[in-house]
């Protein structure tokens, strides 16, 4: 029981959890408690000073801000002004608060600001939908489009957006470099032949691609109702995030085994069956190494290609955060920040523990 403990925690990315169910089982107490220490009670007294200093970080430039604006008062209004203006500011007054780096506190109400602005929002949605039931149904029933909710998305529909959107660009950007990869892998001639677009092309901004990507998307798609904005931003996406795959997907069919090459040839498989039978599955490693790469990339420049795309996910909700100035716009970018670091965070382990998986039946299979 114990060993199918450990073996489930590994898998799901828990292995720090290892030495306590160990210690659990009273198995080697002092070897395991320090095992325990090391890898589960440094990583919380990290995060505790990690926490300290950002407090420490806020308060210094909090002062620093307050007695900049007590001094610009003092010099254009006079004594009373900066009185008044270093009053303001002890009471708490949101209209004249130094807007400089939020502390924990500050970040964490902006959390509960984000969330209670998020169910404000989902019951809007509720009243619209049950308002427009009954004209909906007869619109269905005469084929006509259907009345949807036109008003801002909450900031969790917003997350919806990004991870949609970098999921549809990762499956468009695997489509294309792994068939890419394997005709690259398989020919050395035409492996040498484009190899300068790889080298020019994957080094490339994500503002160009976008840019790029516009241009086509807006002559190509002239249909009112399809949302261009989320087109263009998941192709953007998968441009710029394809060729780790690519590269390793060549790299790895270019480097199987000869003697699984031969033994192929031995047995007379079609070019199908040598690719998948063969090909693909002795470099599943490094194409699967390329397709993590991949989404950690396409997450990395969504923000920025939302951004500039004016796709409601993440990146246009920092960019109007900023725009906006509000005393508490700065601490709404820093909840978007860990959110952002956050979802990179799970989407790499969820790559980790699909590898783990296919690996492992690969092995079963074995």
């Known amino acids: 029981m114990k060993d199918r403990i ?12 290892e030495p306590l169910i160990r210690l659990c089982y009273k198995e080697e107490p002092r070897k395991n408690t320090i095992a325990f220490f090391k890898k589960a009670v440094f990583p919380v007294v990290t995060i505790m000073l990690f926490i300290l200093v950002w407090q420490g970080a806020a308060s210094y430039l909090y002062n620093i801000e307050t007695e900049r604006r007590v001094e610009k008062a003092l010099a254009d209004q006079g004594e009373q002004a900066a009185i008044d203006m270093r009053a303001c500011i002890a009471s708490g007054d949101v209209s004249c608060q130094p807007n400089t780096l939020p502390s924990p506190q500050q970040v964490y109400s902006a959390y509960l ?3 209670q602005d998020h169910l404000n929002i989902s019951d809007k949605k509720a009243a619209f939908s049950q308002k427009v039931s009954a004209t909906n149904a007869q619109r269905e029933a005469q084929g006509l ?7 801002r998305p909450s900031f969790l ?11 549809a660009g990762f499956l468009l950007a695997v489509l294309i470099a792994i068939p890419m990869g394997i005709i690259m892998g398989l020919s ?25 990507v516009f241009m086509i998307v807006k002559t190509l798609i002239v249909n009112p109702d399809m949302d261009k904005s989320f087109v263009i931003s998941f192709i953007s996406v998968a441009f710029c995030a394809m060729w780790a795959t690519l ?16 033994v192929a040839k031995v047995l007379r498989l ?32 969504l923000i920025a290609i939302e951004l500039l795309a004016q796709s409601p996910g993440l990146g246009s909700f ?27 965070f799970l989407l790499d382990r969820i790559m980790v523990v699909l590898q783990q998986f296919m690996s492992f039946n690969k092995a079963e299979v074995a």
């Open 247 to 262: 590269v390793n997907t060549s790299m790895g069919v270019a480097t199987v085994d000869k003697d699984f090459i031969n």
């Open 145 to 151: 489009s259907l009345i949807e909710y036109t008003g």
């Open 157 to 167: 529909d917003q997350i919806g957006t990004s991870i949609k959107t970098v999921f």
């Open 188 to 212: 050395s001639t035409l492996r040498t032949a484009l190899n300068w677009l790889i080298q020019i092309f994957r080094p490339v901004s994500p503002v160009v691609w976008l840019l790029l």
């Open 270 to 301: 079609s070019i199908g069956q040598n690719i998948f039978k063969v090909i693909l599955p002795a470099s599943f490693p490094l194409i699967f190494t390329g397709m993590r790469i991949t989404l950690s990339v396409a997450w990395m420049v």
């Open 113 to 115: 600001s984000l969330w």
């Open 6 to 17: 450990i073996r489930i925690i590994r898998f799901i990315g828990l292995g720090f959890l």
């Open 318 to 344: 920092v960019w109007e955060e900023f725009q906006n100035g509000a005393n508490d716009s700065n601490a709404k970018i820093i909840v978007a920040m860990f959110v952002i670091g956050g979802i990179g």
